[in-house]
């Protein structure tokens, strides 16, 4: 049967009592989907799911860990190469991550305009979308914050990399050293690509687990669990991982 916009949008609500019963009953596998429900924009969903996890699930947050342990990448003692610097290889697997993003963006756009008939996330279509079924759901919204924080990132990590760079070339390795001439962090770009970046990180797994809840209701299909598997793999290495370096450099000071 083909998809009725006027039917959908008759059942969309918002947060209600209903959630707390919801959330705990079916959060992992919901399996009340509708076989007909968005056959057509199908393939791109799941285009749109596969990009989006490698590149929010792997590369952005390996990327970001590059960086929170380059204590460990460069040097005599380092286990990623022997690059004296971790810029490389951060800027390299946020790239791609990035890259990945896009494209996942781009396939969900192609499968919104298949089956609502638009792509502007305003539309209370999507904006607004919800089910009796998954009242709790705001995995749109969440997706276009994380959407626009990552471009935001991008411009504030390559500031932060331009005023780090005009700083080295300003002092010498000696000078640098002397407190007095050490480099600081300005609270815009450095301290807030620091800060935002973490923060999205972890808005994109909560993206990611609504979005996989999302998938399951739709196609209704045991794949699922392997997505919530890897989100949860990666969630919790993130933030172990970050946990764990930020308590050392607490202790070391």
Same mark, same amino acid.
């Not at 083909?2 to 039917?7: A, H, P």
């Not at 429900?37 to 929010?56: R, S, V």
């Not at 792997?58 to 190469?81: D, S």
């Not at 807030?192 to 996989?212: D, E, K, R, S, W």
């Given at each position: 049967?083909? @998809?009725?916009?006027? %039917? /959908? ?9 209903? =959630? ?9 596998? +919901? ?5 007909? #429900?968005?056959? /057509?924009?199908?393939?791109? $969903? ?11 699930? $792997? $590369?952005? +947050?390996?990327?970001?860990?590059? =960086? ?5 990448? *460069? ?8 690059? +004296?610097?971790?810029? +490389?290889?951060?800027?390299?697997? &946020?790239?791609? *991550? ?34 009796? /079924?998954?009242? #709790? ?15 935001? &990132? ?7 990399? @331009? ?10 390795? %000696? /000078? ?27 808005? =994109? ?21 392997? *997505? ?15 946990? @764990? ?9």
């Amino acid at each position: 049967s083909e @998809y009725n916009i006027s %039917e /959908e949008v008759g059942r969309m609500k918002l947060l209600s009592a209903q =959630a707390l019963f919801c959330i705990v009953l079916n959060a992992l596998y +919901p399996s009340f989907a509708d076989d007909n #429900w968005a056959d /057509e924009g199908k393939p791109y $969903f799941i285009a749109h799911a596969t990009l989006m996890t490698l590149a929010w699930g $792997f $590369f952005i +947050p390996l990327g970001t860990l590059l =960086a929170v342990g380059r204590r460990y990448v *460069g040097g005599g003692n380092a286990i990623f190469g022997n690059d +004296p610097s971790f810029y +490389p290889m951060h800027r390299n697997f &946020q790239s791609v *991550g990035v890259i990945l993003m896009l494209l996942g963006f781009f396939m969900v756009v192609i499968a919104c305009v298949k089956v609502y008939g638009t792509a502007n996330f305003a539309n209370p279509v999507l904006w607004d979308f919800t089910s009796d /079924e998954i009242p #709790w759901n705001r995995h749109v919204r969440i997706g276009v914050f994380v959407f626009f924080f990552a471009i935001l &990132q991008v411009i504030l990590g390559m500031w932060h990399h @331009y005023v780090k760079v005009r700083h080295d070339l300003s002092v010498s390795a %000696e /000078e640098d050293a002397n407190t007095s001439n050490s480099f600081v962090r300005p609270l815009i770009p450095s301290w807030l690509h620091i800060i935002l970046g973490f923060v999205t990180v972890c808005l =994109a797994y909560l993206a990611m687990i609504q979005g996989y809840q999302i998938y399951g209701f739709i196609f209704n299909t045991n794949s699922v669990i392997a *997505g919530y598997v890897v989100v949860g793999v990666s969630m919790f290495f993130f933030l172990v991982t970050v946990a @764990y370096e930020k308590t050392i450099l607490i202790r070391s000071r």
